[in-house]
């Protein structure tokens, strides 16, 4: 895979016409996350319009809810075509086993691919101080998110969202098919904002991530096209 094929680039605005702008600028881009803010504000039709251009879409609508409910929302998610799908591993080992089997269930009855599914262990904007403080949860964060992939893994599910500052002690514990997918990553050039625990592109790759999700440094910049060349050249450089 081209170094590039591994950034997904989060396309978070608030309708269709700034989703099409954007998704007309960045030509190149082949992967596209599609996540709470513009799935509430157009639906499906998105989707649709992104895989007309033949582009490979995460939908990131991150399900938390009770067994029953999250195997419903993953079924008919599953539906659609996507590549990647997300729950949160605090669903608990019942949900995310219900989900597992709902997305195949989902897919076949479409006559679709099932898509990826994938846990997220903790938001990359927690912090820490912010897990024990505020959550309070008594364990170490390399520590928690840990378990939640074991419990993942055990459950039946194909990789887990993480931070790249995660990613090496986590390539140790799972086999290679098992997909690190890494939001939280910043360039040296862009600002941190609510990210809590980044690293830049470079970092996470060689850190062992199977996908980059970046968001505004891209689509916030004056400039979108110019910073997703200077990410694949960073990202180049070291491939
Ligand atoms: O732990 C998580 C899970 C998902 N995200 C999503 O990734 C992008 C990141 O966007 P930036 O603008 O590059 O910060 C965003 O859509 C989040 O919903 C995450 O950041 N952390």
């Not at 009855?109 to 912090?127: D, E, N, Q, R, Y």
């Not at 378990?147 to 969202?161: F, Y």
């Not at 910073?227 to 694949?232: E, G, N, P, S, V």
């Amino acid at each position: 895979m081209n170094a590039e094929d591994r950034v997904i680039v989060a396309l978070d605005v608030p309708d269709e016409r700034s989703a099409i702008e954007l998704v007309e600028r960045l030509e190149q881009v082949s992967f596209w996350k599609v996540g709470l803010e513009l799935f509430t504000s157009t639906g499906p039709k998105i989707l649709e319009l992104l895989k007309s251009r033949q582009k490979r879409i995460f939908l990131d609508l991150k399900f938390h809810d009770i067994p029953n409910t999250v195997a419903g929302a993953c079924r008919a998610a599953s539906r659609y075509g996507v590549d990647l799908l997300t729950i949160h591993a605090t669903s608990g080992k019942e949900a995310l086993k219900a989900a597992t089997e709902a997305v195949q269930v989902g897919a076949s009855s479409a006559g679709v691919k099932p898509p990826k599914l994938i846990a997220i262990t903790l938001l990359t904007s927690i912090s820490s101080r912010q897990l024990a403080f505020d959550l309070k949860i008594p364990l170490e964060l390399p520590e928690y998110v840990l378990e939640m992939l074991l419990m993942a893994q055990e459950t039946g599910l194909d990789g887990v969202v993480c931070s790249p500052q995660e990613v090496a002690q986590l390539r140790q514990t799972c086999e290679k098919d098992f997909l690190l997918v890494c939001p939280g990553v910043r360039p040296t050039w862009a600002a941190a904002k609510d990210q809590a625990r980044s690293l830049t592109p470079a970092q996470a790759i060689a850190a062992g991530a199977d996908y980059l999700v970046i968001g505004r440094p891209i689509t916030e910049s004056d400039n979108p096209e110019l910073a997703w060349k200077k990410i694949c050249e960073e990202l180049a450089a070291i491939s």
